[in-house]
């Protein structure tokens, strides 16, 4: 079936230190994959996104690739920030998932804890 | 982008009331969408709706209901709140491939 794996959390960084969180998913097609990013007591926010295979999306200094090869997309900054904090999703879609909903599927969520 | 509104924030009730949360767009998406979101983060599907007068169940079985009468209103209603309803409820819509978020209303049941 149809899903994204992301890595457990919590990742706790100093500031300024560079962060990667991983992300994985297995999709029948061709996905469009997205980083979502929830600030405390908010909604999701999206971050980037990348809609075919070599697409790198960046927002904000985030940056991720859309590897087909290793069905990776995983979410990189090179200097993270106490304002960075915030627990981030990775998700798919697919233009045709089950025929008919256009579903995101989600990752379970990387909480990100970075300290001054 | 997409300016999603939804009302209340915040919820404090007791079971056995009768509640609607209320979710708008102004955009003239089409496609919408309820989660709920438990607090181990993780969000599930509850409802969906591909335009005016279309409802579809999600991946979560839900005791709650919703409309869509109009393009830029999706109501969420529970008919008789319980403490198991506690949780957060986020509304998105989508335009092309990527869906857009409110800032979600947060339930809590007594």
């Known amino acids: 079936g149809n899903s994204v794996t992301q890595m457990e959390g919590p990742v706790t960084l100093s500031e300024e230190a560079f962060l990667t969180i991983n992300c994985t998913y297995t999709?029948?097609?061709?996905?469009?994959l997205f980083w979502y990013v929830q600030y405390p007591g908010e909604g999701l926010q999206l971050l980037l996104k990348?809609?075919?295979?070599?697409d790198k999306g960046s927002n904000k200094g985030f940056e991720a690739t859309y590897r087909k090869e290793t069905t990776s997309f995983h979410l990189e900054k090179g200097s993270v920030q106490v304002s960075d904090s915030a627990v981030y999703f990775c998700?798919?879609?697919?233009?045709?998932?089950?025929?008919?909903?256009?579903?995101?599927?989600f990752g379970t969520g990387t909480l990100l804890a970075v300290q001054p | 982008e997409a300016d999603i509104y939804q009302t209340p924030r915040y919820l404090v009730i007791g079971t056995g009331k009768k509640i609607t949360l209320e979710c708008s767009q102004t955009?003239?998406?089409?496609?919408m969408y309820w989660y709920q979101q438990d607090p181990g983060m993780e969000l599930h599907l509850i409802h969906y709706?591909?335009?005016?007068?279309?409802?579809e169940k999600g991946d979560l079985s839900s005791e709650s209901t919703v409309s869509r009468i109009r393009t830029e209103h999706f109501p969420l209603t529970l008919e008789s709140a319980r403490p198991s309803h506690t949780s957060q409820y986020l509304c998105?819509?989508?335009?092309?491939?990527?869906?857009?978020f409110g800032p979600g209303t947060r339930l809590l049941v007594l």
């Open positions: 998105a819509s989508k335009v092309g491939e990527t869906q857009y």
């Open positions: 999709a029948t097609g061709y996905p469009s």
């Open positions: 990348a809609t075919k295979a070599d």
């Open positions: 998700a798919l879609s697919l233009p045709f998932y089950g025929g008919a909903t256009n579903k995101l599927i």
């Open positions: 955009m003239g998406h089409d496609k």
């Open positions: 709706s591909y335009g005016v007068n279309s409802t």
